[in-house]
C-alpha cells in the first residue's frame, strides 16, 4: 500500500507497522510512538549531533541491517526499526562503561547505567574529566547557539583533549546568564550559583549583576540577559525595569 501523501512515510519498529514524517528525527518517531530508547546529547529544541550513541537501534533497509544512532537518523519509508536486539544492548552497555569513565559520579548517567546493570567501568577514569564530569555531548553549545543565540561556548582541543569552554577557558563575555546550559547538561557538571547581587555561570567563568525590580526590590534576572531578550524581540529596555509579577 502506497503512503497517504509525499511526507508521510510507513516504517516498523520491533514488527509493528508506523506512520511518521519524512526526514523527521527517527529518535522523535519512535518516541512519539510510545517506545524508550534512551539519550544524553538529544533534545527536541535543538539539531541533533549523535555524540553520547546511546539512541542506538537496528535498522534494515532493503537487505541491509546496520547499526546508527537514531537522533540523526532521517526517517525513511519502508525501514524496520529494532530497538532492543542483543548487539544494541551490547553496544549500549560498552559505550555507558565509556561514558562513566568520563563521569563516574554523573546521577543520571549512572541510573541509566544502572538500568542496563552497569554499575562500574572498567575503563580508565580520564584525569582531564575526572573533575569536572563533562561527557562532551555538546548539548550546552548547541542550546547557546541555536536557542538563546548567545554563541558563548565551543569545543576546544581535540581527541582526548577535547573539552567544551568559553573561549581561551577564561570569561564567556557573550553568556547572557540564561542558564539554559545548565538545565539541559546531562551530567550538571555546569554549576550556577545565585545570589541577591549576581548569578554566577560557574564552568564559564561568568559573573553577572542580577536586575532588581524597580517596584518590589526582588533580583529577577541578570541584566545582561534582559538587555539581550530585550533587543532581540524590539522592545524598550525600561520594559524590563519590573519583574514580570509587578509588570
Ligand atoms: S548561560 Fe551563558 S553559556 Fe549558558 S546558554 Fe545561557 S548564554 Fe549560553
Ligand atoms: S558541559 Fe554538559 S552539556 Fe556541555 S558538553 Fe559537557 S556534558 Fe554536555
Ligand atoms: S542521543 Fe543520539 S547519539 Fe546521543
Same mark, same amino acid.
Given at each position: $500500500? ?15 507497522? #508506523? %506512520?511518521?514524517?519524512? @526526514? ?9 510512538? *510510545? ?24 535498522v534494515?533497509? @532493503? ?7 537514531? !537522533? ?7 525501514? %524496520?526499526?529494532?530497538?532492543?536486539? +542483543? ?8 559505550i ?5 569513565? $568520563?563521569?563516574? /559520579? ?22 582531564? #574529566?575526572? +573533575? ?5 555531548? @555538546?548539548? !550546552? ?7 538563546? *543565540? ?8 581535540? *581527541?582526548?583533549h577535547?573539552? $567544551? ?9 557573550? !553568556?547572557?546568564?540564561? *542558564? ?10 555546569? @554549576?550556577?550559583? /545565585? ?11 561568568? +559573573? ?34 519590573? !519583574?514580570?509579577?509587578?509588570?
Open positions: $500500500m502506497e503512503p497517504p501523501d509525499d511526507k508521510t512515510v510507513r516504517f516498523q519498529i520491533n514488527g509493528r507497522s #508506523h %506512520e511518521g514524517t519524512r @526526514g523527521e528525527s527517527l529518535l522523535a518517531a519512535i518516541r512519539r510512538h *510510545g517506545y524508550e530508547v534512551p539519550s544524553l546529547c538529544y533534545h527536541e529544541a535543538v539539531s541533533p549531533y549523535g555524540a553520547c550513541r546511546l539512541c542506538l537501534v537496528e534494515k533497509r @532493503g537487505r541491509r541491517q546496520k547499526l546508527t544512532t537514531s !537522533c540523526n537518523y532521517p526517517l525513511q519509508e519502508g525501514i %524496520e526499526v529494532f530497538l532492543d536486539t +542483543d548487539r544494541v544492548v551490547r553496544h549500549r552497555r560498552t555507558l562503561q565509556l561514558l562513566l569513565a $568520563m563521569a563516574p /559520579e554523573a546521577e543520571e548517567l549512572r541510573s541509566l547505567a544502572a538500568e542496563y546493570g552497569v554499575e562500574d567501568t572498567p575503563f580508565v577514569t580520564d584525569e582531564e #574529566h575526572a +573533575d569536572n564530569a563533562c561527557i562532551l555531548c @555538546g548539548l !550546552c553549545n548547541r542550546v547557546c547557539n541555536e536557542v538563546v *543565540g548567545a554563541h558563548a561556548i565551543a569545543f576546544a582541543g581535540r *581527541g582526548l577535547k573539552r $567544551m569552554e568559553s573561549p581561551y577557558d577564561d570569561v564567556a563575555e557573550a !553568556c547572557i546568564g540564561c *542558564g539554559a546550559c545548565v538545565f539541559v547538561c546531562p551530567t550538571s557538571c555546569i @554549576g550556577i550559583e /545565585e545570589t541577591e547581587q549576581m548569578r554566577r555561570i560557574l564552568k564559564w567563568h561568568r +559573573d553577572l549583576p542580577m536586575q532588581k525590580c524597580a517596584a518590589c526590590g526582588r533580583p529577577f534576572a541578570p541584566t545582561f540577559q534582559i538587555m539581550h531578550f530585550a533587543d532581540k524581540i524590539g522592545v524598550e529596555r525600561s520594559h524590563f525595569d519590573r !519583574c514580570p509579577d509587578c509588570r
